[in-house]
């Protein structure tokens, strides 16, 4: 009998040198490679459990302020240096790779109330309680020399926050009103006024320029024009928008931070009715930085956690929190669309990862494909229950959980009573409102 | 004429109505007199200047309505009759007519204005953006950041601009450039490689080139060989070799003295030389080492008294001072070649000639699988046959080499008189080179088989995989085919060998008298082949044998029997049962054993309604069950989730797989691109006019096109926000 044995040639599978790659021999045919979308099913069910699984966003606390984290600026040119104010008027630079200060100034007495840096890196501007503006160096002094400032600006009433123009030796500081400033000048350029209350936070458009945003206490949003030094338009909401964030790849698009727990995002032609409402918060919301892809924005919130949007997407894709972080102040999504600070009340500066699963460090092409296939994989089958219910899932804290459900109870039962309301009136009486155009009250020209 | 009436009428009355407004304000102002003087305080009264009223009037003026406007209509009125004043009447008229000025705006007004007029401005030239926004959004992969620098590569014309020479070694080089005029612009061609260029065009040049290949793979060939064979040890061999150059000497030598006979003369002289050379050397003399050994041995052996037989004779033959018969010394050496059967080895280059592909593999594989060795250096049994054949046949290189000249030469006749490369004489020259060494150096001879050598050796390599045998065994089969002889069985197989032996042993004789016993006896070529159809029988015995193995140990089963019943069993477990209401009750005995009449149980059965036919109906061997799996249900999607139209649209998104085991590399890497990819330890700078992709905006030039709202954008928005209420 002949004993038939398995036989191949060397020539197919053994590498001329260590050096070439392993032949890996491949059949497309689709009756050899049966039950597809079985198994990729379940690849994809695998790749949402790893990527819960590794999904450990926090990086890193930067501990030394000895106040409530106020504000903080990015820097232009430098990933790796973070500029914070605290409240207790001092201001200090971080480096992010080594976690540590590497600068600390008294900047001002009480509040920092805004920081940002000059379009070139070499300097940075901060207001505070003290009703000055202030130019600093970005270096240090040499041995021994004092922590000056460039320049020092006594105003007359509080600044309450200063933004930079992106291009030009311009800034805009806000207070009882906007105020254009020439950074060679000692008095502005401009002052735009449009009734007088007090704006909490003013912000130069990135793309065109000129364009101006701020927010009043008298619950409005309104825009400037620098080049016409006149305001343009103004909405009024329901309530007090703190903050506000122009999208860095749409120029007219723009994100408000409301004390309503809801973010609005804005198409400045349209302001009737905001593009798209974010919900999820519980508490108000603080603070909003735009991803600088312009695809998502982190917000931060008075309810001690910080969470991810999708600018198209009404809810949030991630929620951060830790037991220790109380009301995020501030928050910044770095410019390498990796990472995020969020300064809080209780004196940290925290790193978190954007992607709360990504692996950081250098990939292997291999290793990159295979990511990319999961989250196509996760993307293709993200309707199927199992895998929407494992990827959705989140831990919250008691408080924001019970908050949360508090919230979703009232929402409910307004809509019901509305429902009652409209069934028991006269058809017509009560006419329908949409969602998006009830938190507006009124749009001034 | 018409609005004079009006007026007309107007006038008393309003006078009158003037009238009556008078009286009333007399009154009016004596009922407040009154009034005061009844609080009986005495009010200071101001010292008030009025202005000359009815009550004071001197001059019978009436100044009623002093406070009123003056009316147009009563001013005409006056005017009615004189014609003189028909001019001023006409434009008092059109004065009328107009509106007056409005009052200037006020503040918040004219602020308000240019606002609005500011905002329209603006979000105008926001709208510029329009395109590049959705676009964005539409993208299927963004790259960040968006200021890629592209690696473009430079103009040597631009590098050479910026470079200098520093180094002394670079500036060598330049001079050595600039000697030769390299030039550095486009084309980079010296003036000499432009004249080459120009001298030849390019068919000529390939046709040269593939002939120089040639003439260089030749060449390398034999000095190849010349070298093998400079090693060869064998005494015989060179003997035989020797004869060979000798006997192609005289052949030289015959044809010279016809042609040339003062140079005949010469050579004469020299072949004599050698002669006697070899007379004065104590070759052949019986004196040697071996020649005593086979004195010693002639006594008993035959074949060595034979050996020294043959010697002697040589001897003789040398130390004729006779110039000698070529014809006789060719005898004798065929004698002194002896044992050497030349047949066995003649048949195989003949009939390589005939088809080099069919000897080949049967003898490799016969050695592959060390079923059968070759019993003679092949080098040994080469040698013999050329020396036989050398004669008859011009080597196949030496007509490839002449053909080259005779086409080279035709075509140089034919062609233009062009200049002769350098690259051609050179060319020349080796051809030169090639043909006298073929001709002066008879150590290298000029095997049949000489260009197919590489192709077999080729052949010859490994094949020790089963797959590789039965491929070679399918080769064989249309081997035997081709050829008429019958295929069989082993035994055959075997006959067909030895019929192949006879077979060159029947072409043989053409050659060579030689004789047959002799040949089948001696070792032969046996060419064994291990034909296909022996193992495919083998396998059909085999397939045999396992599918009786099979259905004895499975002798019991029936399959298709047990399938079928099985599927009676799901169809009649989904057959709608019949209700059986049958209760025993009136009328009727009671107790065990006791069936409701047959009347009552027909009434009270309830057939089932007959359901759908089974799907599976008119497929006997498959089993379709129509039942939800309730595991599987909590991995399945319930509605048509929200991107999705209709239900197919979303099965065949989930149906195309993306990953590698289904996909070539290309697509998979295609298909998996992440929407957005962005390079670690980047700045990502926001979007800037230079960034908006060219191709589809640069939002400047296609502003206008862009201004307008597009609905489109106001419908991208909503869509996901109506989901996700």
Known sequence: MRVKVLSRNPDDYIRETKQDLQRVPRNYDPALHPFEVPREYMRALNATKLERVFAKPFLASLDGHRDGVNCMAKHPQSLSTVLSGACDGEVKIWNLTKRECIRTLQAHEGFVRGICTRFCGTSFFTVGDDKTVKHWKMDGPGYGGEEEPLHTILGKTVYTGIDHHWKEAVFATCGHQVDIWDEQRTSPICSLTWGVDSISSVKFNPIETYLLGSCASDRNIVLYDMRQSTPLKKVILDMRTNTLCWNPMEAFIFTSANEDHNLYTFDMRFLESPVMIHIDHVSAVLDVDYSPTGKEFVSASFDKSIRIFPVDKGRSREVYHTKRMQHVITVKWTSDNKYILCGSDEMNIRLWKANASEKLGVLVPRERAAMNYNQKLKEKFQHHPQIKRIARHRHLPKAIYS????????????RRKELNRRKHSKPGSSPFVSEKKKHIVAVVK | MAEEDLFRSDHPVSASEDEGDGNEERRHSQLLEAISSLTGRKRGKLAERTEASLQVSEFNLSCEGAGEKLVLPELLGSIRASSSLGIVKKQLNRVKQKKSVELPLSKEESERVVREAAYNKTSKAVAKWEQVVLQNRRAEQLVFPLKQEQMRVAPIEEVLTSWKTRTPLEQEIFSLLHKTQQPVTDPLLTPLEEASLRAMSLEEAQLRRAELQKARALQSYYEAKARREKKIK???????????????????????????????????????????EERMSLKHQNKGKWARSRAIMAKYNLEARKAMQEQLARNKELTQKVPMEPEGEEEGDVAGEGLLPDSINEVQPSMDGANPWMLGKPSSEAKDSGMQEDPKDPRESVAPEDAGNEGEEVSEEEILLQDFEQRRCTRQQAGSPEPKGAGEAEEEHLFVELLSNVQTDPGVEQPAQGLEGPLLSEQRG?????????????EEGAEEQEQPWPTGTLEESEEEGSAGGGHTAKKAPKQKMINLQAVLAGESHVIQCPAQPVSVQDEEEEAADQRLVIKEAFAGDDVIADFLQEKRKVEQAGKPQAMDLVLPGWGEWGGTGLRPSARKRKR?????????????????????????????????????PFPFDRRQQFERSIRAPVGPTWNTQRAFQKLTAPRILTQPGHIIQPISAEDASPQSTMPTRRGSAALVPTPQHSRHHQRPHKKAR
């Open chain 1, 403 to 414: 908050q949360a459900k508090e919230l979703r109870i009232m929402r409910e039962a307004r």
């Open chain 2, 604 to 640: 009270f059965l309830i057939k089932p309604v007959s359901g759908p036919p089974r799907r599976d109906q008119h497929l006997p061997h498959v089993i379709i069950s129509q039942q939800r799996n309730i595991l599987a249900a909590a991995h399945q999607v319930n509605e048509v």
């Open chain 2, 234 to 276: 064998s005494k015989k061999y060179h003997r035989v070799l020797q004869k060979g150059m000798s006997r192609k000497a005289l052949k030289e030598f015959e044809v010279l003295r016809k042609l040339d006979p003062e140079a005949a003369l010469t050579k004469l002289e020299e072949m004599e030389r050698s002669r006697i």
């Open chain 2, 462 to 474: 490994r094949r020790c995989t089963l797959e590789e045998i039965d491929a070679l065994g399918q």
